[in-house]
């Protein structure tokens, strides 16, 4: 499926190359979005909604889209009655899945290594 070019990320007004990943991956529900994906080969919307229960229907769908835009993430509908609708990780966004790894190592040594606040 073709992603829509008009809301590709343009370099043009960023002083450095990494606010681009920052935009991409903007947005609360992002990298936990990203890190389902990362652990199926797929999954439905309904899916992603129950493992993530805090998040709204209206915000999943925009993020997704977002992701989608940015081609992080495919979506592709499946035939049926009803029709239902899958998303997987495109190929730009399984190069995340290390970054996202590395980052989950980093968190829980920093809440070990952290002492408790009083």
Same mark, same amino acid.
């Given at each position: 499926m073709p992603a829509d070019r008009t809301n590709k990320v343009s370099c043009s007004s960023y002083?450095? +190359?990494l606010e681009v990943a920052f935009e991409i991956l903007s947005g609360k529900w992002v990298p936990l979005i990203i890190w389902h994906l990362s652990k199926a080969e797929n999954r439905r919307f309904g899916e992603l909604r129950r493992l993530m229960p805090k998040v709204t229907q209206k915000m999943l769908t925009q993020q997704l889209r977002n992701l989608e835009?940015? +081609?992080i993430v495919y979506r592709e509908e499946q035939p !049926? #009655?009803?029709?239902? #609708?899958?998303?997987? /990780?495109? +190929?730009? !966004?399984?190069? /995340?899945?290390? /970054?996202?790894?590395d980052m989950n190592a980093w968190t829980v040594e920093y809440l070990t290594r952290r002492k408790p606040q009083d």
């Open positions: 002083t450095h +190359e835009r940015y +081609e !049926g #009655v009803p029709p239902t #609708v899958e998303y997987s /990780l495109t +190929e730009m !966004g399984r190069k /995340l899945i290390p /970054l996202f790894e």
